[in-house]
């Protein structure tokens, strides 16, 4: 075909009479069998794969999805109100200022004299010591508010995501290799103390 | 571009609306569906997917940056998670899902304009495309989409996705011609 390339056959038979061969091509096409019966074909394979039926859905089923998602919404706002809020970008912002603040509060804390006392070791289970967690966890929700910022960034995220299943295997070696290692040590730890007791003899 | 339909109500959701999010749901919930079989198949786990694409899309609505419509941004998510169901099926050594969309008699196709043999034959042909082939032909297709909005659907250029399709049908038309 010389100017009526399998792409452009496509396209014509594809749209099904949207998009309308030239009067260059329909002249081509006239005087052609062979390409009218190309083009034919492919009318034909389209309309036969549209006309493929799709699995049906139990209606109750599909009327199931809203009250399903309906109950999922009030289940991430009830479950993660931290992690709701944060990913609003005003809320995102706020809680980077709030935890900025509250860092700079508690560099300020522990620089004041504080007398004889010995400083007690930071207890988690208080409260404060949890705001100032939060101070990190903010940032680094905000760090996920960035990450999540464009959906085109989606296929990226799935990549990620994959090479999570593909870390875990990394560090499944890594671990044997430092047994190995380890072992590796004990070995030489012995053959050391070997030679060394020979010498010592 | 032309105007965004679902943008007011997307506002809506953003300004805290939940309900409007319903609206949404209902709008779309027919065509995800749709393309969630057309992907997937198995109409026992559709349901669930598409519930699944509602939920990340609720909670992630704030990251829509509006470069292409609410329409194709929500089935990004439904084929993001379709193409990580199908690695699952595929991790766990589910059986092809050739056996699982056997072409059943729908009346309405019946009456002589495709036989079932060759509706099998397409219905397999499709099924054992290259998952990239398979989804931008089921977007053009049954979603009809444009090949600029299955692009950014998938995340690829508009010409990769004319290119794809052209080779899905190279390939549909040979498995018609082994019969």
């Known amino acids: ?201 | 571009m032309s105007a965004d339909p679902d943008i007011g109500v997307v506002d809506a959701v953003l300004r805290g609306d939940d309900e409007a999010f319903e609206q949404l749901v209902l709008r779309y919930q027919k065509p995800i569906l749709g393309l969630i079989l057309r992907m997937c198949g198995d109409p026992g786990e559709a349901p669930d997917i598409a519930q699944r694409v509602f939920l990340k899309a609720y909670t992630k609505l704030q990251t829509f940056r509006r470069r292409s419509s609410f329409k194709t941004w929500l089935y990004s998510i439904a084929m993001n998670l379709c193409r990580n169901e199908l690695r699952r099926r595929k991790r766990w050594g589910y059986p092809q899902q050739i056996e699982e969309t056997s072409v059943g008699v729908d009346p309405a196709v019946e009456d002589g304009l495709i036989g079932n043999e060759r509706r099998q034959l397409l219905a397999d042909g499709v099924e054992l495309l290259p998952p990239m082939q398979k989804a931008v032909l089921v977007l053009r297709i049954y979603q009809e989409l444009s090949f600029q909005e299955i692009g950014r659907t998938l995340g690829i250029s508009e010409n990769s996705a004319k290119v794809n399709f052209h080779y899905a049908v190279r390939r549909l038309r040979e498995k018609l011609k082994e019969r």
């Not at chain 1, 706002?77 to 931290?82: E, F, G």
């Open chain 1, 1 to 201: 075909m010389d100017k009526m390339n399998s792409e452009r056959l496509i396209e014509l038979a594809e749209t099904a009479g949207e998009i309308s061969p030239t009067a260059e091509e329909q002249k081509l096409l006239a005087g052609d069998a062979a390409l009218r019966k190309e083009l034919e074909g492919l009318t034909g394979l389209f309309s036969d794969l549209r006309s493929l039926p799709e699995e049906k859905i139990d209606s109750a089923a599909q009327a199931a999805i809203l009250p399903a998602v309906r109950e999922g919404m009030a289940r991430i706002k009830r479950r993660s109100p931290l992690a709701w809020i944060a990913a609003k970008p005003a809320f995102a912002h706020l809680a980077a200022v709030a935890a900025s603040v509250l860092l700079v509060a508690g560099i300020f804390f522990l620089t004041l004299p504080h007398g004889s006392r010995e400083a007690l070791p930071p207890d988690f289970d208080d409260p404060e010591n949890l705001a100032l967690a939060l101070g990190i966890s903010g940032s680094d929700l905000l760090h996920e508010a960035a990450i999540w910022e464009d959906i085109d960034l989606l296929p990226e995220f799935q990549e990620l995501t994959d090479s999570e299943s593909a870390s875990e295997y990394l560090e499944r070696d890594t671990r044997e290799l430092m047994e190995t290692a380890a072992n590796l040590d004990d070995q030489l730890f012995s053959q050391l103390n070997e030679l060394l007791g020979r010498e010592g003899r």
